[in-house]
T-cell receptor, first 108, second 117 residues
Framework: AQRVTQPEKLLSVFKGAPVELKCNYS??????LFWYVQYSRQRLQLLLR??SRESIKGFTADLNKGETSFHLKKPFAQEEDSAMYYC??????????FGKGTMLLVSP | GAGVSQSPRYKVAKRGQDVALRCDPI?????LFWYQQALGQGPEFLTYFQNEAQLDKSGLPSDRFFAERPEGSVSTLKIQRTQQEDSAVYLCASSPRLAGVNTDTQYFGPGTRLTVL
């Protein structure tokens, strides 16, 4: 069985502070990990995927197979980063398994 | 271009009524997925189509749920004899490639919020 755990329902930081949204997964094979984001009144959209090893909007995430983690990080949070963030895993051929999500609030 | 669209955006049903939720994927997208998102939860997989073929329906919670994509484009999720526990946001996503191919991305619709009274 595959599982994604996001331990924090809410993360509140001040503008300019570093951010780390935690994600741990459980999967017996080689997973593909994603971060999806949902801004207020917008649809769910892909933020980044581990195989791309890219930085999107200043966010990065590194897959740590030893710790089965895929934490999302940004060194300096901006107010426009406030949104709901979902970690997701794809094991096998298609379906995504999502975590419950973490709401990030960035205050001025 | 146009993204994934879903209709209706909101649906209120009385317990026991049948409902039909529509998804218009991005034109030409091969793969189509349905997810159910309960309040405070992440999306949960319901079913997957590759063109018109329903290849995985393991996530459908009961036989009251039925999905189709007869011409490999528009898809309909039907829920018969709705129950209060069916209240959720139903998300549709489409992908241009066969599912599981590296770098395929799922593009999500805005969702249909179903409330069963």
């Amino acid at each position: 069985a595959q599982r994604v755990t996001q331990p924090e329902k809410l993360l509140s930081v001040f503008k300019g502070a570093p951010v780390e949204l935690k994600c741990n997964y459980s999967y017996s094979g080689s997973p593909e990990l994603f971060w999806y984001v949902q801004y207020s009144r917008q649809r769910l959209q892909l933020l980044l995927r581990h195989i791309s090893r890219e930085s999107i909007k200043g966010f990065t995430a590194d897959l740590n197979k030893g710790e089965t983690s895929f934490h999302l990080k940004k060194p300096f949070a901006q107010e426009e980063d406030s949104a709901m963030y979902y970690c997701a895993l794809r094991g096998g051929y298609s379906t995504l398994t999502f975590g419950k999500g973490t709401m990030l609030l960035v205050s001025p | 271009g146009a993204g994934v669209s879903q209709s209706p955006r909101y649906k209120v049903a009385k317990r026991g009524q049948d409902v039909a939720l529509r998804c218009d994927p991005i034109s030409g997208h091969v793969s189509l997925f349905w997810y159910q998102q309960a309040l405070g939860q992440g999306p949960e997989f319901l079913t997957y189509f590759q063109n018109e073929a329903q290849l995985d329906k393991s996530g459908l919670p009961s036989d009251r749920f039925f999905a189709e994509r007869p011409e490999g484009s528009v898809s309909t999720l039907k829920i018969q004899r709705t129950q209060q526990e069916d209240s959720a946001v139903y998300l549709c996503a489409s992908s241009p490639r066969l599912a599981g191919v590296n770098t395929d991305t799922q593009y999500f619709g805005p969702g249909t919020r179903l409330t069963v009274l």
